[in-house]
């Protein structure tokens, strides 16, 4: 199944170097494959709309500045010709006003496109020739705007972000118009030249090829940012889906109220784990807490469960508890009751949680009563002894969770404590209920006295408790009414963190969502803003406001000079195919000139350096040619040195600012060369003499040396490819772009003046070299007010996926956020197949062939505040001890009852990274923990197949790998004895009072259960069976500081070489006399060896524990139950203690 959470990064420089394709149509398949081509659509008729704009005010700025030119150098300037460049000013705004009305299609604006591409063809061609006519003076040959007009045909008219080649049509007609009236201008001047007409004719053609290229990079650009645009309102999707879902998990275990703080504290786990930040001591311990000063409280407890344990399979026993508690739960919903939780067989809930009501009491003998109905109803359809013992007592409670692993809402109190007793001392099939709830019911139910055992009752008696019992209702009250607003009714439904149903729903959303951000996408200033306002809802910030925010705006940089530092340090993907149209342009330079006057030696240094720019564009091409051979990865580089130096300096050239901004002046400034070279080889005294020769006779010999035009040319080739150089910064485009101008200028104005001053110009009384510098200033202006406004756009793009990839950040830490609290109610394994959604009333479950269970309950302890704060303390250094067992077979928090804290060991057969648990792994053990715990990982194991113990021979001493869960549990149970003994004999809560001699009473027993997730709503892993029944028995009839153990339970102690002395039968409630153990230990709190020259002597037929991994490999089909294992407890007493006295004595 696809994850929702988890988006491809198609954008990612590593996702498109490794690509066989072209860049640009893998990222136009990608965004038809995500069904974006409408939004690619708007987003290019946006950017339409801002190049038109973009468009009118340069053009107008061109022709107030030629203008302003002409009025300020030209003599006796006619009139006549400036009237074009007026025309074009005044009508340009009213041409293109056409495409930026609604609902204008394609064709409508290729009129418009053509219309204004050849009115600028017009005024460039009419201006000089109404001026010649007008004059009378021999007609211009060298059109003015032909370059500019190239550049707004492919980079600013409307058609050209339209799908299809119309672009190029137009481009290839306007070209052709322009070598038309160059040719025809000569032919009216009878000056016809060959070779001027064949260098113009591959100059306009290269223009064409360089913009082409510019649409290709645009498109790739454009996508990529469209695909950035697209993950991140996706991952913005996800974000608020799984703060629902969180919230929802939360609000189905918690009240609303206590869900911000525990998300806070979660957050902030997160953040000192990241900062690698450990807490310790008490000091840090959090208490989540609140009091709620009037409620009510059911505890219903199942009659005879403990013999429903002996007589039912674990599979039955746990389905009827998932049937009863589904139901219990669909029935505390409509009364408006919280279920706490379940234990065992047991249900609590409480009603008034999270927000009073004054109906509380009613409401909870209702659920009483239902619950009583639904346990007798089940039991006459599976025809089974099924009943409750229920008691109800309206008070006040603290309500909270406990510790800071595995986290169970709880409530606390001594009415909680009174109501337990109610339970106890009720009658089954009847609400055990107080004086104070019976007086808040309204007197529509039928009770009696209550019962003689709760008058008998030491806590009842002191409390002045009077007890009632409730049968039934007389008549049904009015109804509670909808539940409060701020009670959550986030059943399990909303607790599974499903992936397979949201993938398409999300990415729906996304879709949506998109079409809605791009119309908020900022494009730069431009007069469509007016009329996007109209389509865009009202926002609290204009994203467009928010970026210009983080720039300088008139030096377009970041102010953040780290950003702008990691702007500029991006891969450029497409430098490859820049320096393959680099070498296409040494090429068109490199024909301009051989057609023209060069001379061979000039030729032969041209071909030198288009060889080296063939090098380059072969270097940085390197890595795309190697892909079409064979895809490339870590484990398959090319065998070859050679290969790998050439794959590693095209990697450089695509990676590394520091070397492809060399490349890319070093390409320039080659280029540069080329074009200047006939120049700087050329006599400057011969040339001037043969120019003046040429003017006596009206001859055009200095073309002999070199045409000034042609390298004029030459050098806007070299500047148009700053228009395809994307992966340089912008100032040292700039400052290159100026350099090669500065050049060229001296060279027309100072070092060969003569020459460029005689030649054609291209207005009517403009001086020729005036004319050249015009010609290439103006293309520099255009040049520098696009590559800002391409810049702004490539910013824009990136400042957006750094917001992506914050967003994402957040997402992992949310959905990291998720695994905590999820590992914190179920396990891991567990957790993952609660994130497929699953029906509500679905038992999941699985069986466990040998797994510990332990029972902790802490003795001497007051139920008041000050109490619960040293429960929390105890239970957190008992969840602190868990991190020293996720290794080998994993001891597993189930619950906190009250103040007794349940573990079990061997629940799960992967090892991983428990998210409950904040703690970092811990170090390797001193020398002194070694020593605590040499007397178990000496111990040897023998032939796993030998299963079984010979009568009753105690003291075998091979043990099986399977059991060792039993050693890890009574490990750990001996650790929180250790602990107690530190809190103990340290004083650690002398400062309450109110607990003076705390002690562990702890019970282990070992064997099958059944493990799963019952009920409808607050899913919480639990364990079943009969082991977990004796577990329980052998801590409520244990001793303080002691560990007490079932007979098979001690046996296989005894083969791990851990003495378990026999204490006697034990009256277990609903099984009987049990035989009984209590594991010995030494005066340093360490196991005591059962039989240490035994296990010296069969040292040589095992195998310690350390050479033999404790992979555990849960059996889900119990093989031995726990009855087999009682069958041996049944032998006459007197003979067991016989054979214990020869045993341990």
Known sequence: MENPYYQEDVVAYRSLSMIKDLEWRHLKTKCHSLRLNMACSRVWELLMLSNVGRFIWTI???????????LSIVKNVVLVSLLPYLVIM?????????????????????VISWVMAFSLVLMDILSDLLGAVHHGSTYPIVPCYDHVVLVCVYMNLPIAFFKGYCVYILGLAVSLVYFGYVLTMQFLNDKVSAALLGSYAIYLFILNLIYSYFTLIREYDLRRAILSRYQLVYQSIVYQTVLKKENALLESILPRRMVRTLQEEICSRIEDQNQHITHHGSSTRKLFLEPYPEVSILVADMVNYTHLTTTLEAPQLVEILHDLFVNFDLAADRNRAMRIKFLGDAYNCVAGIPNYFPAHAACCVDQALDMIHITQDLSNRRDLAINLRIGVHSGEVLAGIIGHAKWQFDIWSKDVDITNRLETSGVPGMVHVSQRTLNMLDGHYVFIEGTQEAKNDVVLQEAGIRTYLVSSRIADPEEPGELDNEISNASINSCHLSHGGYYEEIQIKAQRQMMREVEH???????????????????????????????????????????????????????????????FAGLAILGMNWIGTAKYLDLFVMLGVLLALFILCFLAGYKKLSLQRRQLTPMSQPSCFLSRWFLRISEHIEETLFVRVPVVVVVLLLLYVMSSLAVFSCDVAKLELEIIEAHLYNEMSYAECFSPWTVTYCVVIVLSL???????PLIIKTMVGLLILGLHLGTVHFYYGFAFERSESTDLGLKADYAHTWYLVAFLIVLVIRERHINYLKKVAYFMRVCYEDTHTQTEHKLRSIKIIMANILPFHVAEVFRVRRPTDQLYSENFAKVAVMFASIENFSAGTAGLRILHEIICCFDDLLVSYQLRYKVEKIKVMGWTYMVACGLEADHYTDFSIDIPVPQPETESEVRRRSSVLTVHFGSTEDDEISGDTVSQPYAQVQDAAVLVMTEFALDLLRIMQDIRYNHVFSKYNSFFDGSLKIGISHGPVMAGVVGLSKPHYDIWGHTVNMASRMTSTGLPHNIQVTRHTAKVLRQFN???????????????????????????????????????????????????????????????SEDEFEEEAGEDLDEVEEEESSLLY
Request: charged share 20%; hydrophobic share 45%.
């Open 722 to 728: 700053l228009f395809v150089i994307m992966g340089c």
């Open 90 to 110: 005044f009508f340009t705004p009213f041409i293109m006003l056409g495409s930026m009305q609604d609902n204008v299609g394609f064709l409508f604006n290729a």
């Open 1058 to 1120: 851990i003495r378990c002395n026999y204490r006697g039968h034990t009256e277990v409630k609903g099984v009987g006399k049990v035989p009984t153990y209590l594991v010995e230990l030494n005066k340093d709190m360490s196991f005591h060896d059962h039989d240490q020259l035994s296990m010296s002597m069969m040292s040589s037929k095992g195998m310690t524990i350390e050479t033999v991994p404790l992979t555990f490999a849960p059996n889900y089909v119990a093989s031995t």
């Open 60 to 70: 107008e700025l061109l022709m107030i500045i030629h203008v302003i030119l002409l």
């Open 521 to 583: 996408t900022a494009l730069g200033s431009g007069f469509s803003e007016c009329r996007r306002e109209r389509f865009i809802e009202k926002r609290t910030f204009s994203e467009e406001h928010m970026f210009n925010a983080r720039i300088y705006f008139i030096l377009g940089v970041f102010r953040s000079w780290r950003r702008e530092w990691d702007f500029h340090n991006l891969p450029d993907l497409m430098m490859k195919y820049t320096m393959l149209w680099v070498f």
